[in-house]
């Protein structure tokens, strides 16, 4: 008994340490605009004749993240597939112990799953916003509907929205990878931060860009270097209530999202919504951009 309750307190206390340390978690948000080698639009969706090779670019690209994060000692990798459709990134050529988010709509929007468990967050393969004159593909969300996005009457490219969310939670974006004019731009909001440039852009659809086992490599090493100094790195912070204006290029979507008591109509391509925190306003934005009357299951 007492032998059995000795040897039980023994392996209590070897087991403790390890069980007590908390896991080192790292968030990698992957979208495919500014991914190495991407620069049409052939390449960013099913129907195209690259992009089969466009989505083994972004996986590589998001393997390159993951194995930087390691380097400085993360445990715990959650990636969201954050483009198009969300089913992108080639899954089974992941580490076992990834988790992949996937798929539309999410509450948290290409950083659902993010809370305050983690200790840094990594965005891949991004682009520059809508209203930016520079960057290939440079929109921000939809670039069919949307011509800009203010969080609290500030302009934000999709970078600084998901900087605010990861913010809201405590957790600063410690690496980005994209054209040269995201990486600038995103880093208006992150401070900053390493940056892997992986391609200069040169109009809407043309940049030059590195190979893609180049830009994997400078990802690898400045996602290593960015989680390492994430002490450096400060949260952005986007204090509630968050007022968020989104304008149409159309404006049927603002007439009748103004129906709703809680939008305030601001002109004819515009709305005014206002949450608590900037979670109620990616909420409030996910709703906007998927809602359809025509929904099926
Ligand atoms: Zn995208």
Request: proline share 5%; aromatic share 8%.
């Amino acid at each position: 008994m007492r032998l059995a309750l000795f040897s039980a307190l023994v392996s209590a206390s070897l087991a403790s340490p390890a069980r007590a340390q908390r896991p080192f978690k790292v968030y990698i948000s992957v979208d495919m605009e500014g991914v190495g080698g991407v620069v049409s639009n052939e390449q960013l969706g099913p129907a195209g004749f690259e992009y089969s090779r466009a989505r083994q670019f972004m996986t590589d690209e998001a393997l390159a993240a993951i194995q930087g994060a390691r380097e400085a000692g993360a445990t715990e990798i959650l990636v969201s597939d954050s483009h198009g459709n969300g089913q992108n990134l080639l899954i089974d050529l992941f580490p076992a112990d990834v988790t992949i988010i996937r798929s539309w709509p999410r509450p948290l929007m290409m950083m659902e799953g993010v809370d305050s468990t983690f200790s840094a967050a990594v965005f891949i393969g991004y682009h520059s916003g809508t209203s930016n004159v520079s960057g290939v593909r440079a929109h921000t969300m939809s670039s069919a509907t949307l011509t800009g996005v203010k969080l609290n009457g500030v302009e934000v490219p999709e970078g600084g929205l998901n900087a605010a969310i990861a913010g809201h939670f405590g957790v600063p974006v410690v690496a980005i990878s994209g054209d040269d004019a995201a990486v600038a731009e995103v880093s208006k909001f992150t401070g900053p931060v390493p940056g892997a440039v992986v391609k200069r852009a040169i109009s809407f659809h043309s940049a030059a860009t590195m190979t893609p086992k180049a830009a994997q490599d400078l990802i690898r090493a400045r996602v290593k270097a960015g989680v390492e100094q994430r002490a450096s790195a400060k949260p952005y912070v986007v204090r509630g209530p968050v007022t968020v204006e989104m304008s149409f290029k159309h404006y049927r979507q603002a007439e009748l999202l103004a129906y709703l008591p809680m939008v305030t109509r601001l002109n004819a391509h515009t709305i005014r919504f206002t949450g608590k925190d900037i979670v109620e306003v990616s909420r409030f934005i996910e709703f906007v951009n998927s809602y359809s009357p025509d929904i099926t299951p």
